[in-house]
């Protein structure tokens, strides 16, 4: 399973940006879907999850701002974040629940940087 990460980058407060990640692998399907971020020193934090049915959580932080999607045709994530702050800067990491005969495995993407900077 491979998951690729697009679209970070530098933004000035209030800007915005959308993040997509898509996974691949034979024989496997990818239930849960999740974007995280980490900042140096701080442990990595979950911003927002959708299952393949399409709930979503967020983190209280991006409630309102931030908006978590899924199309699984393509087994990509989106995340757009709206209304940037600089407390958002942080590398943002996806996340999948692979799930092929039977066994569930978890796999992360690369980390893609989002700054948030005037």
């Known amino acids: 399973v491979q998951l690729q990460a697009f679209g970070g980058g530098l933004v000035q407060p209030g800007g915005s940006l959308r993040l997509s990640c898509a996974a691949s692998g034979s024989l496997f399907s990818f239930n849960d879907m999740a974007w995280y971020r980490q900042t140096p020193g701080k442990p990595r934090g979950l911003v927002a999850s959708?299952?393949?049915?399409?709930?979503?959580t967020y983190a209280d932080s991006v409630k309102g701002r931030f908006t978590i999607s899924r199309d699984n045709a393509k087994n990509t994530v989106y995340l757009q974040m709206n209304r940037l702050k600089p407390e958002d800067t942080a590398v943002h990491y996806c996340?999948?629940?692979?799930?092929?005969?039977?066994?569930?495995?978890?796999?992360w993407g690369q980390g893609t940087q989002v700054t948030v900077s005037s």
């Open positions: 996340f999948t629940v692979a799930v092929a005969a039977g066994y569930d495995y978890d796999y």
């Open positions: 959708i299952t393949n049915g399409g709930t979503t």
